[in-house]
Structures are given as C-alpha cells and as structure tokens.
C-alpha cells in the first residue's frame, strides 16, 4: 500500500478524532473527566464499549490464534457473557449506591486504608501492562505500514502513538471517550464485515457456502474436554467469567464508563446489550480467522512465523487497497478505543485514590502526562522480549495481578468479618508469587494438569484464604456492615 495513502487515513482518523474531543471537552473540568457529569445515555456506552473491550488484542490476536487452537477461545467468550450478567447484577448496583468515582474506595469502607491502597496499586500495575500490550499491536502494525518506509525506529512510532492518544484526551477524559469510543468501534466492526465481504469474492463463496466453509473446517473445533489441557472447557468457560468480573467488574477502566449513566437501572441496560454484542462480534472475528487461513491455503501463501501477524499480512498484501485501507483504520480503533480510556483511567484512580480528588486541572495534566510516559518504557521494553501471541501474553499477566482485586472484592461481599487491615498488603503481594509457583510445577504436583486463564481463579482463591486466616469472627461497624448487606 501506498505510504502517503497510509500517512492520508491516519492523518484524517485522527484529525476527526481531534474534532470530536474539541466538541466535547468544551466547558469540561475534574467532574467531566473523571464522571462525565454522569449523563451518558446507556446506548452509546454499551455501542462503545465493545470496541473497548475487543482491543486490538481481539482484532490481530484471536484470527491468527484460530490457526493455534480452533474456536476454543470461544469457550472463554462464553464465560464472559456470564460475567458481564453478574457485574449487571452484583457490582453495578454496588457502585451506584456508594456513589463511586473510583470503584477502589469500597475497599477503604470495607477494609481499611492500606486495603485501599493495596488494590488502587495493583489496578494501576496491572492497567499500565494491558494496555501497553494492546498499544503495542497498533504500534507494531503502523511501523510495518508506514513508518519503516521512512526509516523511523519502533520507540519513535511508539511516542507518536501515545502522543496522540493523549491529544485528544487531555482535557474531556471519559466524557470524551464515551464519544470518540462509539466512533471507533463503528470503524473497528465495518473493516471486519468488509475484510470477510471481499475474502469471500476471492474464493468465491456465497453465503451459505462460506458458512458450510467454516463449519466443516477443522479450525473450527470449539469444545476440549480433555481436563490436562489448557484449552478445556470448564477451564476456559470459569476463566471467562472471571476474567470479565476482574477485568471489567473490577477494573477502573471499564466501569468509569458504566459510572457515567444516569443510574443503575441504565448502566445495567448499557451491560446486557453490550454482553450480547460482545458474543456476536467474537464470532465474527473467529469467523474472519478461519476465512484468513483458508484463504492462504488455496492460494499457497505461507502463514507468517507470527500468528499475530496473519490478518495485517494479507490485508495490507494480498486484499487490496479497500481492505488495506479498512484494516488499518479497524486497528487503529480497536487499539485506540481500550488504551485511549486505559489512560484516562490510570489518571482518575491516581487522582482520586491517592490524591483523593483534590487536584487541580494543571496537575491532573501532569499525572496525566506521566502515565503517558510509563506507558510509553513499558510498549518498548515489551517490543524487546515479547515471544509469544498478545492475547496470551494479556490474559497471563491478568491473572497475576487482577487476582488479588478478585479476592478482595468476593471476599468483602461475601462476608462480614473483619481483616487485619495490617497484613493484607502481604497477603496480595505473595499470592501471585505463589500462584507462579504452583503454575510452574503444575505438571509434577497436579498429575499432568497444565493452567490456562484459570490461573485467575487459583490466584483470587489463594488471596481469599489468605484473607480468611488474617481476618475474625466479628461483626464490622453498622456502616461496613451495610455495604455487605
């Protein structure tokens, strides 16, 4: 593809960007960045949030892992509509009642202070990583298209893309990103709808005849029941919902865009409508995967060392320009629409959970600008080690850190006794050094078992135990007694 071409959609995408944050940071302060004034209509966050939560993660990684492991990522997917239902029905009302900015401050009411800020850490460390892996796709696909004509270094490509990522967030923060997140998950499912359109031209299928294409594929297997591998399915199904709980019940990014509807019944509209697409575009990109390698098997094109590397290869060399075009912009918002809020995310909870609040717009800049920055180390020292699929990568380091935030919260909702506010810090800290461990040796101790995204649970179970042997029978004070109640 024509470099100027790229340089052209960028630019443009970009630009519109640009215009829809100037449109809607107008009058904006701390309330509109952190909260959104609380008046986003439900619709436009459910429409917006599937590209949030998709990422460029899904639209690179999960069509070249078909080639891995079939359709069995569609086990997990089917976990994660289970989550998405129990974050509608347990923690939205939660939040909503207690009347959150940053989601964390229930571990302050419930715990106590190091509590609080034990699991405000572990969302910003496990924040930073994600998604600085998922900028790390686009990052990587913008060198290949455009900058490596220009002789331009990774690390450069990198700062450009954090740059423009905080442009347009700087100053409206999740009121703008309900916005500019809407317009790119439009972006991301129209390039996906026209990359399967114009693969079924070149085989020349018709509808019927791709759909019989892709079921009787063996890369469409879903279920594995065989219990050692990590692909089973009551590993997979329990993982995902977890992973939802963790990731989007219990993760400051994704429920400040819930926190921005007018109440609970709403946001609990926005979840379940949302979950339902969420499903449906998980198998359309299961569906393009399958399609992208039949594709290079008719016609003989060898599959790239790289799985993640599958769809940018045929899009941008053998699609055409329409595809090319479409695909760029497709990953250019699904990267976009997770990291851009990511961000806007890491500063809120900065803000509210250690500075509780009391900030002024200048510094809320400056946090603002720092996380920029740590994002910007983490893409490039990742660049240097990175070995394996994304997707994988993303939903290990998951597990390690949002596991102690799932031990925390089922442990605070579950009962009512008191924890040695003291101790819990260690408890969270040795509990994924603990779960590495078990992992490690899984094979030896376990009979042959290998972990999968499971290993969420097993390091949420090991910090709720812990929890349990550092706590006693006593009931909290009336108020904390309420919160559980």
Known sequence: MNIWIVFGIVFGYFGLLLFVSWLTSKNSNNESFFTGNRKSRWYLVAFGMIGASLSGVTFISVPGEVGNTGWSYFQFVLGNLVGYWVVAQVLIPLYYRLELVSIYTYLNQRFGHKTYKTGSIFFLISQTIGASFRL?????????????????????????????????????????????????????????????????????????????????????????????????????????????????????????????????KEAQKNIYWFSLSFVLANVMFLCLGVLLYIFAQQNGIIIPERTDDLYAFLALKHFGLLVGVMFLLGITAAAYSSADSALTALTTSFCVDFLKGEVTQKK???????????????????????????????????????????????????????VKDFWVPYICFVSPIVTYLICAYSEQLLWGYQFGFELLILNGLITFLGLILISERKRMLMSNTKLTS
């Not at 399967?196 to 469409?220: F, R, T, Y």
């Open 364 to 418: 809320r800049l400056g946090i603002h600008l720092i996380f920029s920055a740590i994002m910007f180390v983490v893409i490039v020292v990742f660049s240097l080690i990175n070995d394996q699929s994304v997707v994988t990568a993303v939903f290990k380091v998951a597990g390690y850190t949002y596991g102690p935030l799932l031990g925390l919260f089922a442990f605070g909702m579950s009962n009512s006794r008191k």
């Open 136 to 264: 790390f796709l686009v990052a990587g696909v913008l060198q290949l298209a455009f900058f490596n004509a220009f002789g331009i270094p990774f690390w450069l490509t990198v700062f450009i893309t954090i740059l423009l990522i905080w442009a347009y967030t700087f100053r409206g923060g999740i009121k703008t990103i309900v916005w500019t997140d809407t317009l790119q998950t439009l972006f991301m499912l129209t390039s996906v709808v026209v990359t399967i359109v114009v693969i079924m031209s070149k085989l020349d299928l018709d509808h019927q005849s791709v759909l019989n294409a892709i079921g009787e594929s063996k890369l469409s297997k879903i279920f594995t029941w065989d219990w050692q591998s990590p692909q089973n399915f009551f590993k997979q199904f329990f993982a995902g919902i977890a992973v939802v709980i963790v990731m989007n019940g219990l993760d400051q990014n994704m429920m400040q865009k819930n926190l921005t509807c007018k109440n609970t």
